[in-house]
């Protein structure tokens, strides 16, 4: 199955600016074999839908969602990654790096992916309880260690661009499609349950920004050119 969420390109355009969120919102199936919903039925945990042309840094057609940190959506049925090629791509603005924040998480093991406080780096932990491997690894991204540029994350229109190549090998790209951080890891190419968007689980480590496009391809590992190519689409969003 290759899934697609589109959160707000796909939101209803009708949608009153500053509505929270708390029915599903629809994701799309690129194979339109099945279909997952992501809602919050906590109502602390809602994000607010915030309408086309009221963003400045948008294109006036683009609309977001807003989460404050706390907020999130769940998957009704999980997509269970891993064991296999995936790729993962959140786009945002106005980020705010004050915390820790976790993009995609398992429903296991705390699992997840993210961008470290002060957004100079990237986080990830796999689907296990083994110690050391399997605790979270944070990789600096203001630097060129293991990566093409030194790169940090900023308040405009930006995108993470996550490509598990399904044998041991984690690569994280910008929105330019430079490689800003790679892993590898055996425990990566394990299970990853996906259940949660943009928190872990319980309303928090959330990413406090205005969500543009998430994106869950599996049994795809991006290359270079075409993390490139996505990073471009989502710049496309820019006014």
Known sequence: MALELHYCIQADVSTAND????????????????????????????????????????????????????????????????????????????????????????SSNSAHYGIDAGGA???????????????????????????????TFGSDVEALIIVNEGNDDVNFYNIDGDLIATKSESLYDSSFPLAYIGHNGVGSRGLNASVLDVQVHSSFAATAGQAKAIGQYIKNLKD
């Open 19 to 106: 509505t929270s969120i708390g029915d599903a919102v629809k994701l799309s199936n690129k194979a339109g074999l099945s279909t997952v919903n992501g809602a919050q039925s906590t109502a602390s945990r809602r994000p607010v839908h915030k309408a086309p042309a009221t963003n400045a840094k948008l294109f006036p057609s683009v609309g977001s969602l807003s989460f404050d940190g706390t907020d999130g959506l769940d998957l009704s049925a999980e997509v269970n990654l891993g064991g296999q090629p995936y790729t993962l791509v959140f786009a945002w603005v106005d980020g705010d790096y004050t915390s820790d924040a976790w993009l995609f998480t398992a």
């Open 121 to 151: 780096g990237v986080l990830l932990k796999p689907n296990s309880s083994r110690s050391p491997g399997g605790d979270e690894d944070s990789i600096v991204t203001s630097n060129t260690d293991n990566s093409t540029v030194d790169y």
